[in-house]
């Protein structure tokens, strides 16, 4: 079984920096692309940042030059540093991961955490 959890989350003042993880943890053979959404009340989950098993990335265009994400694979960890927080920015991260299992290591499911939430307010 393959667990994904966040961490990092909190209150964070307008023009303040938060960094999220993400820590996989279980069987795993391989994590492939992983990314972060968000969602915040009302609205719909969306991509926020990307990146591939080659550290190919893509960020939501909003936040692009504020947050960066990487990945420790050692340690079976995805990042979001997130800078120059904006109210709008304000929702619960979800970590998300494409993770090939030693009992299946050529076929890469979809993994899910349970989500950190993220206040950016004054």
């Known amino acids: 079984q393959v667990q994904l959890v966040e961490s990092g989350g909190g209150l964070v003042q307008p023009g303040g920096s938060l960094r999220l993880s993400c820590a996989a943890s279980?069987?795993?053979?391989?994590?492939?692309?992983a990314g972060w959404y968000r969602q915040a009340p009302g609205k719909e989950r969306e991509l926020v940042a990307r990146?591939?098993?080659?550290?190919?990335?893509n960020y939501k265009d909003s936040v692009k030059g504020r947050f960066t994400i990487s990945r420790d694979n050692p340690k079976n960890t995805v990042y979001l540093q997130m800078n120059s927080l904006k109210p709008d920015d304000a929702a619960v991260y979800y970590c998300?991961?494409?993770?090939?299992?030693?009992?299946?290591?050529?076929?890469?499911?979809?993994?899910w955490g349970k989500g950190t939430l993220v206040t950016v307010s004054s």
């Open positions: 279980g069987s795993i053979f391989s994590i492939n692309a």
């Open positions: 990146i591939t098993s080659t550290n190919s990335i």
């Open positions: 998300n991961a494409a993770i090939a299992t030693l009992a299946r290591r050529y076929v890469a499911m979809d993994y």
